[in-house]
T-cell receptor
């Protein structure tokens, strides 16, 4: 149980285009989902927290207009990188949690390369 | 505030020998602590978690960790390393400034040699 999927697993796009990444909890309802980014050989940095049906809250320094997050249902959250630039190239990982205080379960990640 | 420090960025062990990954934390409250493993180009898998119950926590794949409040440590051990244990390991503490969020350590890369 507690499986989280992400789609796509990797994506290459041109600079200036937008990219959408999906995060799904497959066998549980996730009231909260988290989005992280990870640069090569570095740790995970939390970008934002999304609760189903409400606006996402962003960590300090993360541009909310650039990284659009939608958590429309209890099993799906999306991250859209708008007007992507090469510096947005990274490994994006989502996690999902059923209830406050419960364990976060992580997706397999999406590798984004912006040319 | 809270922080987590992984004392070794790289650990190399021989197959069949013990593994020790060191982690120290600081937290203004009684923390929840986790160890996650990440295989190359994969997401994170929870190995074990401590949430103020037993101080010796047993996880998956033969790993265990001991919470030592006096030393503010939460070291991860395994008696006998397997080749499949080669991965990145993260020590993680629950954040006190925002309930439910996690603070990750920098990670320890484990290499297992035959």
């Amino acid at each position: 149980g507690a499986v989280v999927s992400q789609h796509p697993s990797w994506v290459i796009c041109k600079s200036g285009t937008s990219v959408k990444i999906e995060c799904r909890s497959l066998d549980f309802q996730a009231t909260t989902m988290f989005w992280y980014r990870q640069f090569p050989k570095q740790s995970l940095m939390l970008m934002a927290t999304s609760n189903e049906g409400s606006k996402a809250t962003y960590e300090q320094g993360v541009e909310k207009d650039k990284f659009l997050i939608n958590h429309a249902s209890l099993t799906l959250s999306t991250l859209t990188v708008t007007s992507a630039h090469p510096e947005d190239s990274s490994f994006y990982i989502c996690s999902a949690r059923a209830e406050l205080g419960e364990t976060q379960y992580f997706g397999p990640g999406t590798r984004l390369l912006v040319l | 505030a809270q922080s987590v420090t992984q004392l070794d960025s790289h650990v190399s062990v021989s197959e069949g020998t013990p593994v020790l990954l060191r982690c120290n934390y600081s937290s203004s409250y009684s923390p929840s602590l986790f160890w996650y493993v990440q295989h190359p180009n994969k997401g994170l898998q929870l190995l074990l978690k401590y949430t103020s119950a037993a101080t010796l926590v047993k996880g998956i794949n033969g790993f265990e960790a001991e919470f030592k409040k006096s030393e503010t440590s939460f070291h991860l051990t395994k008696p006998s390393a397997h080749m499949s244990d080669a991965a990145e390991y993260f020590c993680v503490v629950s954040r006190t400034d925002s309930w439910g969020k996690l603070q990750f350590g920098a990670g320890t890369q484990v290499v297992v040699t035959p």
